[in-house]
């Protein structure tokens, strides 16, 4: 099969490398893809904003499968445009890509479909006062989340009502754009956060092995969250015991209620979850589509046709037998970020060292 690849990050590149081992892989290509994928695709020279100019390109080349790995082409309709003009795409629809596009809606689908997460509270720009009066009778510290997409980094944590006013002011005057026109604000749970991806067919769906990932830029979860410094998998805090529990109360919930309203979820369904002191999942976010950087390591700790798993699910007929988790394999991922990153930071500084950490047996992901 012929694949072209949406995107030009790390996922892209993970995915990609896990595309190339399939047996059923035939020509790859990336648009933009980097410098690291380059080495493995061929360059699609199309604009990931331009539908027509991707369709004609899949078409002249005889595309199979184009894999999505960003939100925001998710968020623009890149699936619904590419599947009206008769390819076969995994990646979910507009309308189903709002899990991730507004925590509100993936607030309500929860509630909708009987999912365990945090009690919560949504307001406009224009209720910030009554946002303001809320958090008065709250406990401390609180979440307060920009409602839209934001690279990762939307979410910040209030310890004191100084922090939660000076987040809602900041929010609401533009730090995250149009992300922040709304905000969502939830009380703070406690215990281990942990990354479940399911491979979605609208109906069906295959779990991949459990990660944790750490957002903080600072050792010691310190400083602002990212969009990622790190993660490894398979995470032993989901036993097997406990992925039951998170595949019937969170997985299985959310892609009936997604099918029973008319939005079938075909893709990645990332469930980003904390678990309790309870050893009970709740739920943080929702996200359409693979994690970055779980799935530098998730990719790594399963064998088997990868591409043929995400061609089934996206055809509507999930072939779960396709691929399984490598046993006793464990795999981590550390993210180097410029200087200054998650703010304003350098860039265009040369990396080296990338052949000597190759030669030593570590895959440089580009990104």
């Excluded at 005889?62 to 445009?81: F, M, R, S, T, Y």
């Excluded at 509100?104 to 509630?111: E, H, Y």
């Excluded at 069906?204 to 979860?221: S, T, V």
């Excluded at 990332?270 to 678990?275: Q, T």
């Amino acid at each position: 099969m012929n694949v072209l690849i949406i995107g030009g990050g790390g996922r892209e590149h993970a995915l990609t490398l896990a595309i190339a081992k399939s047996e059923s892989c035939g020509s790859i290509f990336a648009a933009p893809g980097n410098p690291g994928i380059l080495k493995i695709a061929r360059r699609a020279d199309v604009k990931i904003s331009d539908f027509l100019q991707i369709s004609n390109f899949c078409k002249e080349n005889q595309i199979d499968l184009v894999v999505v790995g960003p939100e925001q082409p998710l968020a623009d309709g890149i699936a619904d445009a590419l599947r009206g003009m008769g390819h076969f795409v995994f990646g979910p629809s507009k309308d189903a890509a709002m899990l991730e596009v507004s925590k509100d809606f993936a607030k309500n689908i929860m509630i909708g479909a009987g999912v365990p997460t945090a009690a919560y509270k949504s307001f406009n720009s224009y209720e910030k006062n009554d946002a303001l009066e809320y958090i008065q009778t709250m406990a401390l510290p609180l979440v307060i989340k920009a409602d839209g997409l934001a690279a990762g980094k939307g979410v910040i944590i209030a310890e004191s009502m100084y922090d939660a006013e000076k987040a809602i002011n900041s929010i609401f005057s533009g730090e995250f754009g149009s992300a922040g026109a709304k905000i969502v604000i939830e009380e703070f749970m406690t215990g281990e956060e942990a990354s479940v991806f399911a491979i979605c067919d609208g109906k069906d769906y295959f779990i991949l092995p459990p990660a944790q990932d750490h957002k903080k830029i600072f050792d010691g979860e310190r400083g602002k969250n990212t969009g990622g410094m790190g993660s490894f998998a398979p995470t032993p805090m989901i036993t097997p015991e406990l992925m039951t529990i998170i595949e019937s109360k969170v997985i299985k919930p959310v892609v009936d209620f997604m099918n029973e309203r008319g939005t079938p979820f075909i893709g990645c369904l990332y469930a980003g979850l904390m678990i309790t002191p309870e050893n009970e999942p709740k739920v943080v976010e929702f996200n359409v589509r693979f994690g970055d950087p779980e799935t530098q390591t998730v990719l790594n700790v399963i064998e088997g046709d990868f591409l043929k798993l995400l061609y089934t699910a996206a055809t509507g007929k999930i072939d779960k037998e396709c691929v399984k988790n490598r046993k006793g394999v464990v795999a981590t991922c550390v993210v180097l970020a410029a200087n200054g990153y998650p703010d304003s930071y350098v860039k265009g500084d040369e990396i080296s060292g990338i052949n000597d950490a190759e030669n030593v047996g570590a895959i440089v992901y580009h990104a």
